[in-house]
């Protein structure tokens, strides 16, 4: 009987009765010596063998006319070793021969008598794991039946009774909670959700976000990923004719404060003026303009990268004195804090405080004992007592405001030059608004605040700051002017119109007071605003130095806002009060003010195509204010999109996302690994069957991208060229403009049987580049120098035909690829991966970690003769692989199964065979990979790390890096009319497309 049979009988008899015995006392009649059931002859029984099996006794004593039953039944009657011949032919000749002539009534009797006594036992015991009312059947089942026993039936009640008495069933007691009413308090969810966020920290739109975003944690937060709804294309609707919205309050704010020259001076080590305008530009430095730039560890550049960040300076207070004290807030994304902070500290010799400055740290729980004493203090009506028996200010607790550790550091100072570096995440909030109609939005949703100049209570300090400065007149007309620009913006059709970077400060009023009575859309409405000759002026000359002022610089202010709110349940019942149900509210004095910083997110600057689409406005502002300003928001019409959105936002501006896209710096490198892992494990879930082969579709990589093999490659590849070529041949001059891409069609097909010649061929790649004294272990880095980038950026176009046409008044200026323009790329960057876009010929859409390969001249030949040719096809390879992995899986069954024999390889060899098996994996290449360049019939030169179907563009586009010394191999050997163009292979496809390349800097 096969194994399987085995198992299906098992089954099917689960529930019968063992095997049966009679008991020692067979009466008088039952000797040694005893009949077969009253046969003719007679034989002796030993006495261990009195105790048989009945049921068997019963089937030798069956008469051979009955039925024989199921074919496992049948084989009880004969031996083991009886094939089926025998069985027909003498096997009822044989029983029929042993059939006894007449019964002994008693002995059947006790026979039949202990198997029914069995077969009650059976059925009376239960052998499920169902309880007693779901056995019946289901017309029977009444839903009181679980817990009211007396709706059963009478035979089941006795032993539904002995369930309900087990504990696996008993009910389990109540908790002693309380009850829902008392837990949907506002003071003890407050307890709770500060105690949900001890390991991820939720923003202050977090419950707004959680009931309509798939939420997930990352860096340390609980974010919103991407809407519940369908809303892909609105999304791109609202960032090209609308407005998005979107909460990055996760983003961490480093605040620097200290002497500006002593500021420059440590800071212009961290970052170069070849990459771009640095912390000491002169519109950034005055605080009119926002900066960006990627930070390096100093002295490092162009290596050993930190992170992109965004930078805001203080404006000056007038006297221009460079040894003023100033302030900056450097804006990072919260994977590159740490390494950011660290090398910061660093940098400025800062210490460790001995004690924190934090001026009031969030109530976090350390112990289950402390719960009660936190409910207390967190509450708003729990008032405290001064030592002279008066009431103090109550105790407010924000939501999602778990920022700060108690007695953890947030500031430290510099010994040497006395710079204070403070960590002021989640203490500013920061919103953004995409799309041509933001303006709109803000205009509606903010109004600023009127001129106050008398207290609306002597005995709280609301708005006492804002009273102190409207007794100020210079500081009222600066008010003003600010307000007269603010207004302004609802004139102008769309915020890329004005000069990137601007910085408007504003103090406005509450916005829940003038909140509409249903959600509406707002429009722009030029009429309104006449006054074109002030709009030209702000489009030309942007926002004035001084209007840049924002009391959101002092951290005193800030924490008067955020303590002196008022809260909802107030404006609710006050709006109940209203004389006129649904009018606007009015506050007077007491009307919150807040002071906000709006800042001006240029969109799509580098490029010829879709100029400032995707533009918009940053706000910032104190912490506490959160969902008082995200609602108006929402009601003016703006839509909200999550991690996804802004990811397709950076995607579609083609620009690089962090950290996703900066595979130089720690967190990208960090981000790979992880990346890696999820596909990693996503893909071994799938059976064999259901999941490609990449090691036959000639994908080395297809859930990482290997730059440091990738570069190292290259490198041995260009020595090996240049070698090759005598130095005092004719033709070495012009090596490096008639370089060509070796065009053999299989140069990288690899049919090894075995893995000893990858070995090998790594070995040799590993020697080649000792001998030429690089360093196997040096890491790459991505160019960032803007006069190299302009240069290939130039290079990549065709230098005849219709792209040179278009691009003829970009190419003014630019070096032609000589000798002389690019020894000294490859002299100074050998080891350079470029930041690239790239857009589709024809059809496709290509995918994450797509191959971009070399064209060969066959493919351009091809391409000249059908203008509709995609691009051609890789050849399939052979999986070298596999037998490898039958035969450890073999090994690894009879392991598990038994049957290895002993005799067999050491335990040495063993471990190593459970070694190998852990690493092979069927469809992938192991780790000791092969030369990545040239593994495929087109030579490698990067890979896509983002790429999809571009709603902007129309077309599959992608965003990549390439390796600086295959580009220009490349562009050395392509036709003038064909520059640029390369070869996209998703990973499971064996399909090669023509695409686009391009460097937008």
């Not at 004593?61 to 003498?90: A, C, I, L, M, V």
Request: contains cysteine.
């Amino acid at each position: 009987m096969s194994n399987a049979r085995e198992k299906k009988r098992a089954k099917k008899m689960r529930n019968q009765p063992a095997s049966v015995t009679l008991s020692t006392d067979y009466g008088p009649c039952h000797s040694g010596i005893h009949h077969h059931n009253g046969g003719s002859r007679s034989f002796q029984t030993p006495k261990p063998d009195l105790h048989l099996d009945s049921s068997q006794e019963y089937q030798q004593q069956r008469p051979q006319h009955q039925s024989p039953g199921p074919s496992y039944r049948t084989e009880h009657y004969f031996s083991k070793g009886q094939n089926k011949s025998e069985r027909g032919r003498g096997g009822r000749q044989n029983v029929s021969q042993e059939m006894p002539k007449y019964i002994t009534a008693s002995t059947f009797a006790q026979a039949r008598a202990a198997e029914i006594n069995a077969m009650l036992k059976a059925v009376t015991q239960k052998s499920s794991n169902s309880l007693v009312f779901q056995t019946l059947p289901r017309h029977m089942r009444r839903r009181a039946m679980s817990h009211n026993i007396k709706r059963l039936p009478r035979r089941l009640r006795e032993i539904a009774r002995k369930e309900a008495e087990k504990a696996v069933h008993q009910k389990k007691e109540h908790s002693k909670t309380k009850c829902r009413k008392a837990r949907r308090r506002h003071i003890n969810l407050v307890v709770e959700f500060n105690h949900r966020q001890k390991k991820n920290i939720w923003l202050e739109t977090h419950i707004w976000h959680a009931k309509r975003f798939h939420m997930v944690k990352k860096w340390g937060y609980c974010l919103g990923d991407t809407p519940t709804t369908k809303s892909f294309r609105a999304c791109y609707r609202a960032m090209t004719k609308d407005c998005l919205l979107q909460d990055l309050s996760y983003y961490c704010c480093l605040e620097l404060h200290g002497k500006e020259e002593d500021l420059l001076k440590v800071l212009a080590r961290m970052c170069s003026i070849d990459a771009g305008p640095t912390f000491a530009a002169v519109p950034c430095l005055s605080g009119k303009i926002q900066g960006s730039l990627v930070l390096y560890r100093a002295d490092h550049y162009p290596e050993d990268v930190l992170g992109p960040i965004t930078f805001i300076w203080k404006p000056k207070d007038g006297s221009g004195i460079t040894s003023e004290t100033r302030q900056l807030w450097i804006w990072t994304h919260p994977s590159l804090k740490q390494d950011i902070l660290t090398e910061l500290k660093s940098v400025f010799q800062c210490s460790e405080p001995t004690e924190t400055c934090s001026p009031e740290p969030a109530v976090t729980f350390c112990h289950k004992e402390e719960q009660p004493d936190v409910a207390m203090s967190v509450g708003k009506k729990r008032k405290r007592e001064d030592n002279e028996g008066e009431k103090g200010v109550p105790v407010k607790k924000i939501v999602g405001d778990g920022t700060r550790v108690p007695f953890q550091s947030y500031c430290w100072t510099s010994q040497t030059t006395g710079t204070v570096i403070s960590d002021l995440s989640m203490e500013i909030l920061r919103f953004r608004l995409i799309g041509p109609l933001s303006h709109c939005v803000l205009t509606e949703a903010l109004k600023a605040a009127s001129i106050q100049t008398e207290m609306a209570d002597a005995e709280t300090e609301l708005n006492n700051w804002w009273v102190e400065n409207c007794k100020n007149s210079e500081k009222v007309s600066l008010h003003q002017r600010q307000e007269a620009i603010f207004e302004l913006l609802q004139g102008i059709s769309s915020p890329s119109e004005i000069p990137a970077g601007t910085i408007l400060g504003l103090t406005v009023g509450d916005p829940r007071v003038n909140l509409p009575k249903k959600r509406s859309k707002a429009m722009p409405n030029p009429e309104k605003y006449q006054d074109n000759e002030n709009i030209r002026q702000l489009l030309l000359e942007g926002v004035p130095v001084d209007c840049a002022h924002s009391f959101i610089w002092d951290q005193t202010v800030c924490k008067n806002v955020t303590e002196n709110k008022i809260p909802e349940q107030d404006l609710n019942r006050m709006r109940g009060e209203l004389l006129v149900p649904g009018s606007q509210l009015d506050l007077g004095p007491r009307e919150s003010k807040i002071p906000i910083l709006l800042v001006q997110q240029p969109g799509k600057v580098a490029g010829e195509d879709r100029q400032g689409w995707g533009s918009g406005w940053d706000i910032c502002l104190p912490k506490g204010w959160g969902m008082a300003f995200w609602i108006p928001f929402i009601y003016r019409g703006a839509r909200v999109g999550g991690l996804q959105e802004g990811l397709k936002h950076s995607e579609y501006k083609r620009t690089p996302h962090v950290p996703d896209h900066y595979p130089d710096c720690p967190a990208g490198i960090q981000f790979a690994k992880e990346l890696e892992n999820t596909l990693l494990e996503k893909f071994k879930r799938r059976p064999p069957a259901k999941r490609a082969n990449y090691v036959k579709l000639g994908t080395v990589a297809p859930f990482l991208c290997p730059w440091e093999q990738l570069t190292r490659n290259w490198e041995v590849r260009n020595r090996g060229q240049e070698e090759s070529v005598p130095p005092s041949s004719p033709d070495r001059k012009n090596y490096a403009t008639e370089r060509q891409v070796p065009c053999d069609p299989n140069p990288g097909l690899v049919v090894e049987d075995s893995q000893g010649g990858i070995m090998e061929e790594r070995i040799k790649i590993q020697d080649v580049c000792k001998v030429h004294g690089t360093a196997a272990g040096s890491s790459f880095f991505v160019l960032r120098s803007r006069k190299v980038l302009k240069q290939l950026s130039a290079w990549c176009w065709p230098t005849c035909g219709e792209g040179q046409r278009l691009r003829r008044a970009s190419r003014l200026g630019q070096r032609e690829m000589t000798e002389d323009a690019l020894l000294p790329i490859f002299k100074c960057y050998p080891k350079a991966l470029v930041w690239v876009s790239l857009s589709l010929l024809r059809k496709g859409s290509p995918e994450l970690h797509a191959m971009i390969c070399i064209p060969t001249q066959e493919d351009f030949v091809q391409l000249n003769k059908d203008q509709l040719f995609c691009g051609p096809q890789e050849p399939k390879h052979s999986d070298m692989f596999k037998h490898k992995i039958l035969k450890q899986k073999e090994r690894k069954k009879k392991k598990n199964n038994g049957k290895a024999l002993e005799s067999g390889s050491s335990d040495a060899l063993e471990a190593k065979a459970v070694e190998e098996q852990k690493e092979l994996i069927l469809g992938l290449w192991p780790d000791p990979l092969p030369d990545v360049t040239s593994h495929c019939s087109r030579i490698l030169l990067g890979f896509v790390t983002q790429g999809d179907f571009s709603l902007a563009a129309g077309c599959g586009e992608a965003l990549g890096f390439v390796n600086l010394t295959g580009l220009l191999h490349m562009l050395s050997s392509q036709p003038a009319d064909k520059k640029g163009l390369v070869l996209l292979r998703t990973p499971a496809s064996l399909q090669y497309r023509f695409a686009r390349l391009k460097i937008e800097v």
